[in-house]
Nanobody
């Protein structure tokens, strides 16, 4: 049974920080690129950050560049998203996605991040 379980979401004030985690099981984590997506109410899902299978390359949406950092620990089968200087516009459900080189994909259930005073 493949599982991607996000954690670390919650309510934070503008300017604050959160670290999201996504724990993977049931597949060869180290062979998969990992992505973080987010979806706000009434908006389309957008790619936030991506990291290659070995962690050697990362990409970010322009809206989060310089504030968010994606990383992974293949020994722990976990990918992280460190979110700093959070803004109300970052409020969304954040989803973890795994993708193999040949196109197989797995999605987590998401975790809510709310940035509000």
């Amino acid at each position: 049974q493949v599982q991607l379980v996000e954690s670390g979401g919650g309510l934070v004030q503008p300017g604050g920080s959160l670290r999201l985690s996504c724990a993977a099981s049931g597949f060869t984590f180290s062979s998969y690129a990992m992505n973080w997506y987010r979806q706000a109410p009434g908006k389309e899902r957008e790619l936030v950050a991506a990291i290659t299978s070995a962690g050697g390359n990362t990409r970010y949406a322009d809206s989060v560049k310089g504030r968010f950092t994606i990383s992974r620990d293949n020994a722990k089968n976990t990918v992280y998203l460190q979110m700093n200087s959070l803004k109300p516009e970052d409020t969304a459900v954040y989803y973890c996605k795994a993708r193999s080189a040949y196109g197989k994909e797995y999605w987590g259930q998401g975790t809510q991040v709310t940035v509000s005073s």
